[in-house]
């Protein structure tokens, strides 16, 4: 059975994502998704993309999700620290593929989710502040 619904799917699509699943443990993985220029590392290499495992409860548009993980594990270019993230073995992580995809929890207010009206792309938008805003921790 899919994750999501029809037009979730049609949303990815419109963005570019490409995206796995895993049934089983309902598992979401945007396979590419961008990150901010110039902004993060893993082993001390610029990255420019990365991949984003969500997990996707049963009724996920009544109440939306406040963590992501991605793998590779992301560091600053510039050293700060990023409040609320782990890196490889710090918790909390998901395994997909073979790959440890490492925890940024985020935290919203339950009023921030439209149930039964955001979709995935509430998600993206999610994601997307969040890694454009590593400060931040809700």
């Known amino acids: ?17 490409f995206h796995e699943e895993d049934e089983t443990n309902r ?22 993309q990365v ?7 049963p009724n996920y548009n009544t ?12 560091a600053r270019a510039d050293g700060k620290t990023i ?3 782990a890196g490889y073995g ?3 992580s998901r395994f997909f593929d073979n790959k440890e995809f490492c925890r ?3 935290h919203y207010t339950p009023q921030s989710w439209n149930p039964k009206v955001d979709n995935i792309q509430k998600m993206i938008d999610r994601i997307e502040w ?5 400060d931040a921790n809700k």
């Open 83 to 85: 409040p609320a993230a």
């Open 63 to 74: 109440s939306g999700n406040d963590m992501f993980w991605v793998h590779p594990a992301l």
């Open 130 to 134: 969040a890694l454009r805003n590593p």
């Open 51 to 57: 991949e984003v495992l969500l997990v996707i409860p």
């Open 27 to 48: 598992f979401l993985v945007l396979k590419n998704y961008p990150l901010p220029s110039d902004l993060y590392i893993n082993s001390q290499v610029l990255l420019d």
């Open 1 to 17: 059975m899919a994750l999501l619904f029809e037009e979730d799917y049609k949303i990815l699509e419109d963005c570019g994502l």
């Open 104 to 106: 940024w929890s985020r």
């Open 90 to 92: 710090g918790g909390d």
